[in-house]
Antibody
Framework: QVQLQESGPGLVKPSETLSLTCTVS??????????WSWIRQPPGKGLAWIGH???????NYNPSLKSRVTISVDKSKNQFSLKLSSVTAADTAVYYC??????????????WGQGTLVTVSS | SYELTQPPSVSVSPGQTASITCSGD??????ASWFQQKPGQSPVLVIY???KRPSGISERFSGSNSGNTATLTISGTLAMDEADYYC?????????FGTGTKVTVL
C-alpha cells in the first residue's frame, strides 16, 4: 500500500525558507515509473502545482514559483523534499506531496499525502 | 499562462446527473484528469486520461474531452458525491489545475 507523509514546521517567519519532507512507503522514489510532486492549497482556495522531481534529479517547476523553489530527492531515505525561499503570507497553505505516475499514455497524481498546513507569520 | 476554467458551483438532486465542465485552449489535444476533494481531506483521483477510472472509483463517474472542453459526469448522484472537483492537465512541462467546482447535492 502506497503512503506519503509530509513533515516539517507548521510555522515559518516571513522572508525565511519553508522546508518540508515527504516520506514514501510502499513505493520507491527510484522507480522509473514515477515523478514526485509538491502541490499546495491556500485556505479556502484551489490547488496549485509547485513542481516535481525524478529520481535522476531532473525536475520541473511552476514558472510562477521557479525562482524560489528547490525540490530534491534522498534515495537512501526514500524521501523527497521542498524548499521555498523568501516566504510571505501568500505562501500560507496546506502543502501536499503526491506521486506523479507516468505509466501509460497519461500522467496522473494517483497517491497523495494527508497534507500539512504551513502558516507564514511573525 | 495556460488556464483551466470551471463553473464555481453545480447543484444536483439525488439520483440525477451532474456535469462539470473544464475549459482551456485546445484542451482536447491534451489529457485531462479530475479530482474529488471533500472538506478537510486530500484530493482523490476519480478520472485520468480523459475517461479512465482508477481502481475503486465508482462507475457513476465518467469523463470526456474534446475541443476546448473536458467534462466530468456523475450519474445517479449520491449525497456522498458532494465535494469540490478539480480538473487538471499537463501543459508545456507543467501541471495546471482548474479553478474548482463545488458540487452540492440538494
Amino acid at each position: 500500500q502506497v503512503q506519503l507523509q509530509e513533515s516539517g514546521p507548521g510555522l515559518v517567519k516571513p522572508s525565511e525558507t519553508l522546508s518540508l519532507t515527504c516520506t514514501v512507503s510502499g513505493a520507491s522514489v527510484t522507480s522509473s515509473s514515477y515523478y514526485w510532486s509538491w502541490i499546495r492549497q491556500p485556505p479556502g482556495k484551489g490547488l496549485a502545482w509547485i513542481g516535481h522531481i525524478y529520481y535522476t534529479g531532473g525536475s520541473n517547476y511552476n514558472p510562477s514559483l521557479k525562482s524560489r523553489v528547490t525540490i530534491s530527492v534522498d534515495k537512501s531515505k526514500n524521501q523527497f523534499s521542498l524548499k521555498l525561499s523568501s516566504v510571505t503570507a501568500a505562501d500560507t497553505a496546506v502543502y501536499y506531496c503526491a506521486r506523479d505516475n507516468r505509466n501509460g499514455a497519461a500522467r496522473r497524481f494517483d497517491y497523495w499525502g494527508q497534507g500539512t498546513l504551513v502558516t507564514v507569520s511573525s | 499562462s495556460y488556464e483551466l476554467t470551471q463553473p464555481p458551483s453545480v447543484s444536483v438532486s439525488p439520483g440525477q446527473t451532474a456535469s462539470i465542465t473544464c475549459s482551456g485552449d485546445t484542451l482536447g489535444d491534451k489529457y485531462a484528469s479530475w479530482f474529488q476533494q471533500k472538506p478537510g481531506q486530500s484530493p482523490v483521483l476519480v478520472i485520468y486520461q480523459d475517461s479512465k477510472r482508477p481502481s475503486g472509483i465508482s462507475e457513476r463517474f465518467s469523463g470526456s474531452n474534446s475541443g476546448n472542453t473536458a467534462t466530468l459526469t456523475i450519474s445517479g448522484t449520491l449525497a456522498m458525491d458532494e465535494a469540490d472537483y478539480y480538473c487538471q492537465a499537463w501543459v508545456s512541462s507543467t501541471y495546471v489545475f482548474g479553478t474548482g467546482t463545488k458540487v452540492t447535492v440538494l
